[in-house]
């Protein structure tokens, strides 16, 4: 009995495979239409301007301002920092017990090093440069590559 219904369900899968191969086996060749091709060179183009404005973590430097406890402190570093220097990023951390202002993205020692001169100037010897992972604009990265 279990020989009958053995060879009876392995004959079901038999026919099952050449009727799946039957239906699938006609089409050999598949012709593309070639507008699938513009659309995939107008949606990289478009993947493209979409990354000009986003930013990639790379390794590089920036200046650790201050580490306090007390973080009105803290705060009035950044918003002096924010207001002399806009065009460049300030971070305030908290690890309990302080808190930490970093300031900038420098992917060079040296150019972090002509900005810690700068800053010396008005906070004080305390400042010192951190290594650390850095925001990289996409747009600025590439033009630097160039």
């Known amino acids: 009995m279990h020989i009958r219904l053995i060879i009876l369900f392995s004959f079901i899968l038999l026919m099952q495979q050449l009727h799946a191969q039957q239906q699938f086996g006609k089409s050999e060749y598949v012709q593309r239409d070639p507008r699938v091709d513009q659309l995939v060179d107008f949606q990289v183009q478009a993947n493209r301007d979409a990354l000009k404005g986003k930013t990639v973590i790379e390794q590089g430097y920036r200046i650790v301002v201050i580490t306090t406890n ?77």
């Open 70 to 146: 007390k973080r009105d402190q803290a705060m009035d570093v950044k918003s002096r920092l924010m207001k002399s220097y806009p065009d460049q990023k300030t971070y305030l951390f908290y690890q309990s017990p302080h808190f930490r202002v970093q300031f900038g993205n420098f992917r060079s020692l040296k150019d972090a090093e002509k900005m810690k001169a700068e800053l010396e100037l008005e906070y004080g010897k305390s400042v010192f440069i951190a290594p650390s992972k850095i925001e990289v604009k996409m747009e600025q990265q590439e033009s630097e590559k160039n």
